[in-house]
């Protein structure tokens, strides 16, 4: 594993630290850290909330999942170490509540010490609260702040937040986090492509047939159901997740790994993008909500009764894309998500063309053409799937088989999680894993016009037992393309 580096010292403050966000994932990721050594001693984390709370009653909230039970004594040593340099601030965003002179108070008056503002929190109040920030003074030369995803729920709001956000931090200062893009095997899809001469060449609609990016989850909607049934999968995962993982693969090689000229690239890909119109919505997009069934072994209820009402928005969406530019002309991206899918999975898959002539004889086999799996969870790896001659006498024999990079066998040390790197990314000023404005908005305009051809009508909804791989109608998507998708259980 890379060595690990400390970072410089920060502040870090987290509005809604009483959320699932900050107790789930922010405060353990940061507490990984500290016991990696990443964070200095005279860093500081507040959390800002409305609770009343005081700070050993939010220290005992965050130990939940920071300090889970069953942790070693040599665990609960580092957690005490680590939570004592956590405070916590009871603020509201919206009047002129103490808590805002209390946390200029409790922040490092040097103005050239990094401060982090992390915002999880809806994003119909970033701006309010960034505003709050300017307001009372705590903005300073030092400062950055990340906002989580989705920013907003269409182009319209996303630039209204973008400006209001924009108006107190300037651009090199804000960081849209996609926790995706902090992900190993993400990551690495740049060093794949361009650090192995061998993809490059076919890299191509000469070499590829077509993409498939497939993000799955095993789980419902759940305790999240009132927020999800405003957003909707299309919202929810394929408008910055599902097209983020679309530009990595699909992008023009950058002139390096500065954070601009990869997020540059990545724009280019989302304005070639092909509107999809009314018209062809029918056939370029599938719109699927789950009903009861057995996941995970057990037996699961229907989306509307975890909603409790009947509803409209859709848990699973399939959707034909197309680039339109010279090296993806006339090859499709297939994009896949849901909820109460058959398996937990994200994948991308590239599915290359067949050779264009098969010199073996029908009985040794059937040639199959090479296929590039790269797994993003779980599970995380990459595999090549070739073409190879089965041992032995007796005439040649065709096999399918993998060449297989796997994390867990290759790499025998835990690494950092998406969050982790992410964190430690922002300390460092690091913002080629994190979105440029134009980037999303740009995903928005093409996210809008899906909504739009489905709301007259092109996409009824289609309905699938949760535990299964979608509608029945996802499959026809590829079908009358004479394809079909991926399946991790066949070879």
């Not at 920060?10 to 994932?25: N, S, W, Y």
Request: with cysteine; aromatic share 8%.
């Amino acid at each position: 594993m890379a060595e690990l580096v400390p970072v410089e010292p920060f502040d870090i403050v987290i509005f809604g630290a009483t959320g699932d966000l900050a107790r789930r994932k922010l405060i353990p990721a940061l507490f990984h850290r500290w016991c990696d050594g990443q964070i200095p001693e005279n860093s500081r984390i507040i959390g800002v909330a409305r609770d009343e709370l005081t700070d050993a009653e939010f220290h005992e909230r965050a130990a939940e999942f920071g300090l889970p039970d069953g942790a070693s004594e040599q665990r609960r040593e580092r957690w005490a170490e680590f939570i004592a340099h956590v405070r916590y601030i009871a603020a509201d965003i919206e009047g002129e509540s103490p808590g805002w002179a209390a946390l200029k108070d409790a922040l490092d008056p040097n103005e050239d010490k990094i401060r982090i503002f992390y915002l999880a929190l809806p994003p119909s109040i970033y701006g309010k609260t960034c505003a709050a920030i300017g307001a009372h003074g705590l903005n300073t030369r030092g400062s950055r702040v990340i906002l989580e995803k989705p920013i907003g729920r269409d182009y319209h709001s996303a630039r209204l937040i973008n400006e209001a956000v924009g108006a107190v931090f300037p651009e090199n200062s804000i960081f849209r986090i996609d926790h995706y893009l902090g992900k190993e095997t993400v990551q690495n899809l740049l060093i794949l492509r361009f650090a192995n001469m061998l993809l490059e060449p076919v890299w191509s609609a000469g070499g590829i047939d077509h993409v498939q990016i497939t993000v799955a989850e095993s789980l419902g909607a759940g305790t999240r159901a009132s927020y999800y049934d405003r957003s909707g999968a299309l919202r929810d995962m394929v408008q910055n997740h599902i097209l983020q993982l679309l530009c990595l693969v699909a992008m023009e090689p950058p002139a390096s790994l500065e954070a601009d000229a990869v997020r540059a690239e990545k724009l280019k890909v989302l304005r070639a993008l092909r509107l999809i119109k009314a018209d062809q919505a029918g056939e370029a997009v599938v719109r699927g909500q789950y009903q009861a069934g057995i996941s995970d072994g057990a037996s699961a209820p229907a989306y509307a009764e975890e909603v409790g009402e009947e509803s409209k928005t859709e848990t699973f969406v399939a959707i034909r894309a197309d680039i339109d530019n010279w090296r993806w002309a006339g090859v499709p991206f297939y994009l896949r998500t849901g909820k109460r899918m058959r398996a937990r999975r994200s994948e991308i898959i590239i599915q290359f063309k067949p050779v264009p002539h098969d010199i073996i004889n029908a009985d040794a086999g059937v040639m199959q053409p090479n296929r590039l799996v790269i797994r993003l969870q779980p599970d995380e790896g990459v595999k090549l799937m070739m073409m190879t001659k089965d041992p032995g006498p007796g005439g040649v024999r065709l096999r399918y088989v993998p060449l297989n990079l796997s994390y867990a066998e290759t790499f025998d040390q835990d690494y950092p999680d998406a969050y982790e790197r992410l964190l430690m990314a922002v300390v460092r000023g690091n913002l080629g894993l994190f979105m440029r404005r134009d980037e999303v908005e740009a995903a928005w305009r093409w996210t809008d016009a899906v909504v739009a051809a489905w709301t007259d009508g092109a996409c009824p909804l289609q309905f699938y037992p949760a535990g299964s791989d979608g509608p029945d109608k996802a499959s026809l998507l590829l079908s009358r393309d004479g394809r079909e998708w991926y399946d991790a259980e066949r070879p």
